[in-house]
C-alpha cells in the first residue's frame, strides 16, 4: 500500500512539471521578463 502512495505521489509530482517550458524567472522580474518575452499563444492553445 506504502509502495502504491509513494508511486502515485511521484508520478503527480513528474506530471505537474510536464507543461513548464522555457527559463524559470519570478513574475515580477522585469528585467528577464524582457530579456526572454513572454511565451506565445495561439488559438489552438488555449
Known amino acids: 500500500m506504502r509502495r502504491r ?3 502515485a505521489l ?3 509530482l513528474a506530471l505537474a512539471g510536464c507543461g ?3 527559463p524559470l524567472y519570478l513574475p ?3 528585467a528577464a ?3 526572454y518575452g513572454a ?3 495561439t488559438e489552438d492553445e488555449n
Open 20 to 22: 513548464q517550458k522555457g
Open 5 to 7: 502512495l509513494l508511486a
Open 10 to 12: 511521484a508520478l503527480a
Open 39 to 41: 511565451p506565445e499563444t
Open 28 to 30: 515580477d522580474d522585469e
Open 33 to 35: 521578463a524582457d530579456r
